[in-house]
């Protein structure tokens, strides 16, 4: 059986016209498709209602109020009970028709079939410019490859049970569906342009992303603290020094703008290092809180098995 996730935020229409291309491209298949409201402010949660009482493959879970994609995924991934699990954005961003193949691949013997961008046609400039950087960073720093990655992706069964073991609070699928190993295959999918709206993702979100998947995965901007830090106990070596020798020599203390500058500097360098520990004492923070990645609400359709308890 083939299990299908999609988080669904304020898609409002979208979700008939999602749920009806899956039909549509998983024709002959044994499938569920779980939908994850994710608290959203329409009638989405009513729409994925009804279409889980008009047809038993459909499931719906409603959560308490907006958790965010990322654990809107997750609370999907803990109910998915296929042999294979999809992920895909309910926006239709993401092709369906990749899903045949991807399906192919997996009963081929891949653990993990990715889907990445042959194109960006569907976003902004500035958000592929954006994406451009932080992915090339990220897998520079990780060694977990991002480039042109999406969450569009399938997970054959270890693999879904290998990244549901990850006790992470704040979960970046991407990454982590990457870190886990396992036989992996690539497919090309040429994303769509939105039809239903705006991205539901607010540009703040987006650096919270971006922060948690950095901070998740790698210390390297620590020790770039502290390498900044040893250059610049250098610099006040050599600074220092020829400071002590004029002053020596009995040179009038010129240099006003010298200082100035210097204090500017090292401030701004004071101040992001201290803000690079506490990104991380945040992450911290969070992790030993320990509060659960979400909240269910409601349920519709299906027989759900009892909620997947967040360990
Ligand atoms: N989404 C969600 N919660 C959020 C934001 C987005 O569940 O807080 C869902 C959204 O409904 C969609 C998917 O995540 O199915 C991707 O969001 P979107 O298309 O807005 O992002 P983009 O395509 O711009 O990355
Ligand atoms: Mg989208």
Do not use: C
């Not at 491209?25 to 889980?52: F, N, Q």
């Not at 998915?80 to 954005?89: F, P, S």
């Amino acid at each position: 059986m083939i299990s299908v996730v999609a988080p669904v935020y304020n898609e409002g229409p979208g979700v008939e016209r999602f749920a009806e291309r899956m039909a549509e491209v998983l024709d002959g298949h044994d499938y569920e498709l779980i939908l994850i409201d994710d608290g959203s402010a329409d009638d989405s949660w009513s729409r994925i209602a009804s279409l889980a009482l008009l047809d038993p493959r459909v499931r719906g879970l409603r959560l308490s109020r907006n958790f965010g994609k990322e654990a809107a995924l997750l609370a999907g991934l803990e109910q998915a009970a296929g042999d294979a699990t999809v992920v895909i954005d309910a926006d239709l961003q993401h092709p369906p028709s990749a899903i045949p193949e991807m399906i192919r691949r997996w009963r081929a013997g891949a653990q993990v079939v990715e889907a990445v961008k042959r194109n960006r046609t569907g976003q902004s400039l500035s958000s592929r410019l954006g994406a451009r950087v932080f992915n090339r960073a990220f897998t520079r720093l990780t060694q977990v490859d991002l480039v042109d990655a999406t969450d569009f992706r399938l997970l054959a069964r270890p693999a879904l049970e290998a990244l549901l073991r990850m006790p992470e609070h704040s979960s970046f699928f991407r990454g982590t569906s990457s870190w886990i190993g396992f036989t992996r295959e690539t497919v090309e999918v040429d994303i769509e342009h939105r039809e239903g709206g705006a991205s539901r993702w607010t540009a703040r979100a987006l650096f919270r992303l971006a922060v948690n998947g950095l901070t998740s995965f790698t210390s390297a901007p620590l020790h770039l603290v502290t390498l900044v830090g040893l250059t610049f106990a250098a610099f006040s070596v050599v600074l220092g020094v020829q400071t002590l020798v004029r002053w020596v020599q009995g040179h009038s203390v010129a240099g006003f703008p010298t200082v100035i500058l210097l204090l500017l500097v090292t401030g701004t360098f004071v101040l992001l290092g201290l803000g690079v520990i506490g990104e991380y004492l945040a992450r911290i923070h969070e992790e030993v809180r320990g509060r659960p990645r979400y909240l269910i609400r409601e349920r519709a359709g299906g027989t759900l098995p009892s909620p997947g308890v967040p360990e």
